[in-house]
Structures are given as structure tokens and as C-alpha cells.
């Protein structure tokens, strides 16, 4: 049955569990933060959830409480470990306090950001997480005037004055470059993330700052805008290394870049790192795994989970707390994925 066409308000609990292919007890069970039920399951509940727009009977249990026990989650997308590490940390909070996690999903499509919020704060939610927010210039200040509770997650916009968890994106990309340049680069290829966002941004800074520390020019050519996707850091890769004088390392602006990286160096023939070395930004758990691990900048991502969401059950208990931004630390984590350039390893 086509489910697409029904209002949001239409779709019941039968339609989600029909479009996830499971019983509608086990839909009940992800909606309620309840435990025995399996990884994929859950995931093909919070996709149709999502998809189908579904709205549960909240609006009467907000009257007879005066609180929903529910927090809005707005996330571009569920397919990277990037967000599914921060999704954890604040699923773990919220359910030490029985609060329950209704997520929605924008697709990196403004409007739809807007349109989530804009429902989320009608009744559904005590309070909204927003994770990598590209639209919101069109909503703070309305969330402002009306003591929304709400905190933004790796976000470094413009716009202080407002509850946000982030990272020192610049400083680990700074001692990322450096790192590199220490090894011997001088030809150091970055791969940028998606420019509108300010995490995006702050690691490019990072890496322009490093190569003026040690006198080297950022060249133009070294640089390529990505969008933190694995096709966009493959595509990027192979225009670096088409150069008529190619990088010796390629820092991507995120791992899963870094992967599509790994990809384009191995079509191309080469080792890694003998012939070069490539460098990551995250630290999601798969960097362990590829071959060879992946060196990389780790952000705290569950970490930063768990403290949006305890900025934010503060602020719905007490709306008029003071603003709090949240800068956790990076950290360079050395694995196998960089060496020496060639010439200056065959002359030692």
C-alpha cells in the first residue's frame, strides 16, 4: 500500500510496522526506548518513521502532563557512523530519564529542516537537538522569542548566542597538517567538507594555518571541495592525483571522504602509504578496520551525544539558564596510514 500520499497525521503505528516489514509491537518498542530489539529492526523502524512522517498520539499525553517526555532529533541522514556515534550518546541519556527520541531525517534539504522544527515545536516535543544544522538562520530566533528549549550539535555557525556542542575542528586540523608536514610533505592535497557548514570551514582554516606556520604556500590546486560523502573524496582523490606534480598525502576533511580516498589511490596503483599517505577526521569506528588503519583526528562523538542531550534536559527544566557552548578537545590518532614521503625515506 502507498502510504506516501496520507497526512502525517494519518499514518498510524500498522503502516509504519507494514513499510519497516516488522510487527507493530516491535515499532511500539523502538518509539518507547525499549530494549530486545535487533540492530537492523530498529534502524527499518526509524527509517519509516521518518519516511512516512509519523506522528504519534502525543499532543494529549503534553495536556494531561504538561510535558511530552520527548525530544526532537533533526539529523541530515542515518548513513555514516559519524552520526550514528552521536545518536548513541544522546539515546543513552535520554534514557536515564525515561525520555523517549523522535527523530527525523532532512536529506541536507533546508526546507524540509525548517518544516521539522517548525512541527517538532507544536506540542510534540519539550525540547529539539539539531546535528549539523544548515538552516538555521530561518528558525533560532523564532526558537529564541519563544524559550524553545533547544542545543545544536557540531555547530560553528556565526551565531554565538546560542546552545551549541562542538569540537576544536580548526586546532585538530592544524596539528593534523602539521603532522604531516613534520613526516616531510610539502605537496599536502586537502579534500574540504560541504562549505556551507561551518565545521566544514574551520578545518580548512586549520590546514591553511599549518602550511603558513612552516612556509608553504597553500596552493589552489591542493585544495578541492568535497561534501564529506565517499564518491566526492574518491572524485576529489583522482583530480589530485592526476596533477602534473601529484600530493605526497591527502588529508580529507572526514573518514568517510578519507575512505573514497583509499579507493582512488588503490585504482591508481599505488600503496598506501609508501607512494602516499592520507589522513582522516573523526575517528568513526570503521578507521580501525580499513587497510591500513586509518590515521585520523578523533572528535568524542558519543561524547558529544551525551552532553547535548544534558544541556538540553537542563535547559527544559529551566528554560531561562544561562546560553552554554560546549568546545570539546581534539585528538591526532597516529596509525599506519602515513609515512615519510618515498624520496626522503630512500635517502635516509
Known amino acids: 500500500m502507498d502510504y506516501k500520499g496520507k497526512l502525517s497525521d494519518d499514518v498510524t503505528i500498522f503502516d509504519v510496522a507494514n513499510e519497516a516489514g516488522v510487527s507493530y509491537s516491535t515499532v511500539s518498542r523502538v518509539i518507547n526506548n525499549k530494549a530486545h530489539v535487533a540492530a537492523d529492526k530498529r534502524d527499518r523502524v526509524l527509517r519509516a518513521i521518518a519516511e512516512l512522517g509519523y506522528v504519534a498520539n502525543i499532543q494529549a499525553r503534553t495536556l494531561a502532563g504538561g510535558r511530552s517526555h520527548i525530544v526532537g532529533l533533526l539529523v541530515h541522514a542515518l548513513n ?35 518544516a521539522y522544527v517548525a512541527k517538532l515545536t507544536r506540542n510534540l516535543a519539550d525540547g529539539l537537538l539539531l546535528v ?44 593534523a597538517t602539521s603532522y604531516l608536514i613534520e613526516l616531510g610533505h610539502r605537496r599536502i592535497g586537502f579534500i574540504t567538507g560541504a562549505m ?59 573518514d568517510i571522504s578519507a575512505f573514497g580516498v583509499m579507493e ?22 570503521q578507521t580501525e578496520h580499513v587497510h591500513p588503519p586509518l590515521t585520523t583526528v578523533r572528535q568524542p562523538l558519543e561524547q558529544m551525544g551525551s552532553i547535548a542531550a544534558r544541556l538540553l534536559l537542563d535547559y527544559i527544566k529551566n528554560p531561562d539558564s544561562p546560553v552554554q557552548r560546549v568546545e570539546l578537545p581534539t585528538e591526532l590518532i597516529i596509525r599506519q596510514s602515513c609515512q615519510a614521503p618515498y624520496q626522503i625515506l630512500s635517502m635516509s
Do not use: W
Not at 555514516?80 to 532532512?106: A, F, P, Q, R
Not at 582512488?264 to 569506528?285: C, E, T, Y
Open 80 to 114: 555514516t557512523s559519524y552520526m550514528g556515534e552521536i545518536v548513541k550518546g544522546i539515546d543513552n541519556e535520554l534514557d536515564k530519564v525515561h525520555y523517549d527520541l523522535m527523530l527525523y531525517t532532512t536529506h541536507r534539504r533546508k526546507t524540509k529542516e525548517s
Open 132 to 175: 549539523l544544522p544548515r538552516n538555521e538562520e530561518a528558525y533560532l530566533s523564532a526558537l529564541r522569542q519563544r524559550r524553545f528549549p533547544h542545543v545544536l550539535v557540531d555547530y560553528q555557525g556565526i551565531n554565538q548566542n546560542v546552545p551549541s556542542v562542538g569540537t576544536t575542528n580548526e586546532k585538530g586540523s592544524y596539528e
Open 196 to 254: 556551507d557548514l561551518g565545521c566544514a570551514q574551520e578545518r580548512l582554516v586549520g590546514y591553511k594555518n599549518a602550511l603558513a606556520k612552516h612556509g608553504l604556500p597553500a596552493s589552489p590546486e591542493l585544495i578541492r571541495e568535497g561534501d564529506f560523502l565517499q564518491p566526492q573524496g574518491y572524485n576529489c582523490a583522482k583530480t589530485l592525483l592526476s596533477l602534473p606534480e601529484p600530493p605526497t598525502a591527502i588529508f580529507a576533511s572526514n
Open 264 to 285: 582512488a589511490v588503490r585504482d591508481q596503483g599505488l600503496q598506501i602509504p609508501k607512494d602516499i599517505s592520507i589522513i582522516g577526521f573523526d575517528d568513526i569506528p
